[in-house]
Structure formats: structure tokens, C-alpha cells
Antibody, heavy 118, light 108 residues
Framework: QVQLVQSGAEVKKPGASVKVSCRPSGYSFNSYYIHWVRQAPGHGLEWMGIIKPGANDRTYAQKFQGRLTMTRDTSTSTVYMELSSLRSEDTAVYYC???????????WGQGTMVTVSS | QSVLTQPPSASGTPGQRVTISCSGSSSNIGTNYVYWYQQLPGTAPKVVIYRNDQRPSGVPDRFSGSKSGTSASLAISGLRSEDEADFYCAAWDGSHWVFGGGTKLTVL
């Protein structure tokens, strides 16, 4: 079964960092791009960036430049999203998403709730 | 404020046809494909239309998409209660992906 399995919910204080993992299974890790998309409570979808596991290449949305880091570990076939200098507005569900050959976001992780609160 | 503009809400009765619009610009919809995602309450989004008007396997043919210039539309015919969800349009914008703000579809 093709799926993306994410790490569990996190609660962080303002100014801290959070690192969320995403482990693809059921397909070749290097074959598809992985995106990160977030959704604040009661709000819409927001694209954060893309990582290409096979090429170790990544692009971030301008809004997150300087705060966002996407990495991958080929030994464990896992990708990571780390967001620093957290503020309350970063409270959201964070999804890792696979982009397929049609450029559609065809497989979504289950989502990771990140709460930023003092 | 989202780069792609959608109406915040839409509604219809069972069996009706509803359309949801998505307005963009020359840098996104005007030059790239449009995708539509359905998000049922409490779940992750699911693609229902890709590359403007293509339906993934498993998506009912009641769902259809179209694009003209810098705008796109999603149509749902034969509306059913299980179609009640949030719908988002998306497009590539040269160096990044952009989404619409979402449309909440209510089946009355």
C-alpha cells in the first residue's frame, strides 16, 4: 500500500523549532517529489516547499525563506521538514504530499498537528 | 489572501448541478494546469481533477473540470450528500504552487 507516514503531534513554545518526519512506503523513495503543505485551523491550504529526494534538491516558498529546512535521509527513506522561530501563526496541520507523474498531489500523509503556544 | 480566488461557499440540493469557480492570473492558471482537491471533514485532501479536466480513476464522472484563460471551474452534477466538502483549486505559478482559499460546498 502506497502511503506517507508522518510523526506525531507537537506542542512548541514561541521561538522554538519543530521537526516533522515523513516516511514514504510502498514505492521507490527516490522516484517522486515530496511537498509540504500546511493548513491552519479553519483555514485553507498553503504550499511551503518541495524536496526532490533523488537529487537532494529543494525549493521553498518565499514566505518561509530563512526559517524552513527540508532534508532527506536516504538510509531510512525519510524526509524531514524543520521550521524555526515558531510563532502562534504557525499553529497548523502539516502535511507531506507526493507529487505524481501528472504533477498532481496524489498521496497525502495523515497530517501532523503543530501547536505553538506559550 | 490567496493568490487564486474562489467563492467561500456554494450549495445545492441533491441531484442538482453546482459549479465552483477559480480565478487566477497569467502567471498561474493562464499558463499552467489547474488541479482540484476535495477535502472531506477531518481528512486530508484528495485530487478529483488534474491537468484542467482529467479525472483520476475512482473519481465519479459527475465531477468535471474546465479552464478558459485565467479562470477555471469545477462542476459537480447529480449532487449527492457525500459530496459535501471543502474544494480547493491549485496551479503552478512559475516557481511555487498556489492554492485557492477554498469553497465550502453544502448539500441542502
Amino acid at each position: 500500500q502506497v502511503q506517507l507516514v508522518q510523526s506525531g503531534a507537537e506542542v512548541k513554545k514561541p521561538g522554538a523549532s519543530v521537526k516533522v518526519s515523513c516516511r514514504p512506503s510502498g514505492y521507490s523513495f527516490n522516484s517522486y517529489y515530496i511537498h509540504w503543505v500546511r493548513q491552519a485551523p479553519g483555514h485553507g491550504l498553503e504550499w511551503m516547499g518541495i524536496i526532490k529526494p533523488g537529487a537532494n534538491d529543494r525549493t521553498y516558498a518565499q514566505k518561509f525563506q530563512g526559517r524552513l529546512t527540508m532534508t532527506r535521509d536516504t538510509s531510512t527513506s525519510t524526509v524531514y521538514m524543520e521550521l524555526s522561530s515558531l510563532r502562534s501563526e504557525d499553529t497548523a496541520v502539516y502535511y507531506c504530499v507526493r507529487e505524481d507523474s501528472r504533477n498532481a498531489f496524489d498521496i497525502w500523509g495523515q497530517g501532523t498537528m503543530v501547536t505553538v503556544s506559550s | 489572501q490567496s493568490v487564486l480566488t474562489q467563492p467561500p461557499s456554494a450549495s445545492g440540493t441533491p441531484g442538482q448541478r453546482v459549479t465552483i469557480s477559480c480565478s487566477g492570473s497569467s502567471s498561474n492558471i493562464g499558463t499552467n494546469y489547474v488541479y482540484w482537491y476535495q477535502q472531506l471533514p477531518g481528512t486530508a485532501p484528495k485530487v478529483v481533477i488534474y491537468r484542467n479536466d482529467q479525472r483520476p480513476s475512482g473519481v465519479p464522472d459527475r465531477f468535471s473540470g474546465s479552464k478558459s484563460g485565467t479562470s477555471a471551474s469545477l462542476a459537480i452534477s447529480g449532487l449527492r450528500s457525500e459530496d459535501e466538502a471543502d474544494f480547493y483549486c491549485a496551479a503552478w505559478d512559475g516557481s511555487h504552487w498556489v492554492f485557492g482559499g477554498g469553497t465550502k460546498l453544502t448539500v441542502l
